[in-house]
């Protein structure tokens, strides 16, 4: 673990991995005085309250994660994604497969970044583990559910975007008029259904 | 107007060039993807919203080269801050930096700014748009909060509160250089020797800057190739892309980036670049 100064009242935690990025952002969420708590893929961006960060980074213990209970997030999907067949032909298996296998494992949000409510998703089957697009979408409509490495996503709002589209869901993910205005939030466990 | 005597309003007959509702923004968001947002020259916003017996933090409009004009629904009390400019209600010239109490049917006209980029506007009450995570601002990068504003837009206004006895404060002018104190990190690492590559270089504000960044344009900062698994990024985070230009990122920053970041600029010293007019020359000042 390595702490990285980030101006005057900000830190930059750099770790090997995202499950250690889960443990220090467990270990760091509920200390008062934190403006900023971002989890990333290999780093956690605290600004504030940085003595009591410091002292609480000295013991945390990066091989476990505290045990938590969880949010739990449903989100049915329509599973008509251009991309669907060249992601089933790049894992070697059947579109159906594709459908199978997402539907059936359980993730969990790593961080969200890159647009309000965008959530980066891991727990994908490693069969389905594909690169980005070779040439970006201008523009990826709204709540399409796709893939990228190891992560997989659902698109609060129409971006531009390379993650490979195997389907669209019509839950909304993020209203920033709403009490909670982003669906899913880091440490959140999500399951896609077919709708 | 309707005939509800209760809604204190005002109207935006011309925006000038940009018009935007501001507050002191969203910031405890970046985790959801949330930028910060918020006035980007607080302290003239905090002015004046002073001046008109406002809390610091109330809605205000952040006018871009100025060249607005309003007309009051209602009486209230305005107040201009910024760098100087003219203000002239009904055609004659009234002072910027202090409180304009003003019967309704009234026309403000705001002027463009000698020196600087933006001009804040406080009216009693406050600007009474609805919050989004609890703020009023314009979020220019992720599209939340009030949509900018439109030739004859009505603002609906708040509550006016006590207004204080406030003096007159003397306009402030923006400088045509500026020193900006830097710290390094988090990712110094990634240049040779950072802290004299910053300190020597010089550049100047790029046309292509706004709410999400001051982009600079001058000495190429000389960095390792490649990209960093996308991080998080706080406010006055200086990235340097491929091409060696240094954008320092102001309050409608993206919340996650891959470019590294040599140095951090101080919070106090932020406004100085919200304020600075293409052209500006900047010169970075490595702290400890």
Same mark, same amino acid.
């Given at each position: 673990m390595l702490l990285r100064?980030?101006?005057?009242?900000?830190l930059l935690v750099e770790v090997d991995s995202l499950s250690e990025v889960a443990a220090v952002r467990a270990a760091l969420q509920h200390l008062d005085g934190i403006e900023e708590l971002v989890p990333a893929a290999r780093t956690v961006l605290v600004k504030g309250a940085l003595t009591e960060v410091r002292n609480v980074?000295?013991?945390?213990?990066?091989?476990?994660?505290?045990?938590?209970t969880p949010r739990e997030i449903t989100i049915p999907v329509i599973y008509d994604g251009p =991309?669907?067949?060249?992601?089933?032909? *790049? &894992?070697? /298996?059947?579109? =159906?497969?594709?459908?199978?296998?997402? *539907? &059936?494992? /359980?993730?969990?949000?790593?961080?969200c970044g890159f647009a309000p409510g965008f959530a980066y998703l891991t727990g994908l089957p490693q069969q389905l583990r594909q690169p980005r697009l070779d040439s970006p979408r201008t523009k990826v409509p709204q709540g399409s559910v796709g893939i990228a490495g190891e992560f997989t996503a659902a698109y609060p709002r129409s971006t531009p975007g390379g993650w490979r589209l195997i389907g669209r869901t019509e839950i909304t993910l993020f209203d920033a008029k709403a009490e909670t205005p982003a669906l899913m939030q880091p440490g959140d466990q999500v399951r896609f259904v077919i709708a | 107007m309707s005939g509800n005597t209760s809604t204190r309003t005002v109207t935006i007959l011309k925006t000038g060039p940009q018009a935007l509702v501001q507050d002191l923004g969203r910031p405890g968001n970046a985790h959801l993807g949330v930028p910060p947002s918020g006035a980007l020259d607080q302290q003239s916003l905090k002015l004046a919203n002073r001046l008109v017996g406002n809390e610091e933090g109330a809605a205000g409009l952040e006018l871009l080269l100025g060249g607005a004009e309003l007309r009051?629904?209602?009486a209230c009390t305005i107040a201009v801050t910024g760098p100087s400019t003219e203000v002239r209600v009904d055609g004659r010239l009234e002072d910027s930096h202090q409180p304009l109490h003003?019967?309704?049917g009234r026309t403000v006209s705001i002027g463009t700014p000698a020196t600087g980029l933006r001009t804040y506007v406080a009216i009693s009450g406050g600007i009474d748009a609805e919050e989004e995570l609890g703020s009023r601002s314009t979020d220019l990068l992720s599209g939340i909060g009030p949509d900018p504003l439109r030739d004859n837009d009505v603002l609906r206004l708040g509550t006016p509160g006590q207004p204080n006895h406030a003096d007159v404060v003397p306009p402030a002018q923006a400088l045509q250089t500026l020193v900006i104190p830097i710290r390094l990190g988090p990712r110094d690492d990634w240049f040779e020797d950072a802290e004299t590559q910053l300190r020597q270089g010089v550049w100047t504000v790029s046309?292509?800057?706004?709410?999400?960044?001051?982009?600079?344009?001058?000495?190429?900062?000389?960095?390792?190739?490649?990209?960093i698994p996308s991080e998080g990024m706080i406010t006055g985070a200086v990235q340097v892309p491929p091409d060696g230009q240094p954008v320092v990122f102001l309050n409608d920053h993206p919340t996650t980036g891959g470019y590294p970041v040599i140095g951090v600029v101080d919070h106090h010293h932020l406004h100085f670049l919200g304020q600075a007019r293409p052209g500006t020359t900047v010169r970075f000042k490595p702290v400890d």
């Open positions: 100064r980030c101006g005057t009242d900000a980074l000295r013991t945390v213990d990066l091989a476990n994660v505290p045990p938590t =991309d669907l067949d060249m992601v089933a032909e *790049t &894992a070697g /298996t059947t579109p =159906d497969d594709v459908v199978k296998q997402h *539907t &059936a494992a /359980t993730y969990e949000v790593a961080f | 009051t629904e209602t003003l019967a309704p046309d292509r800057s706004n709410r999400v960044g001051a982009r600079l344009n001058g000495t190429k900062l000389n960095r390792r190739d490649g990209e």
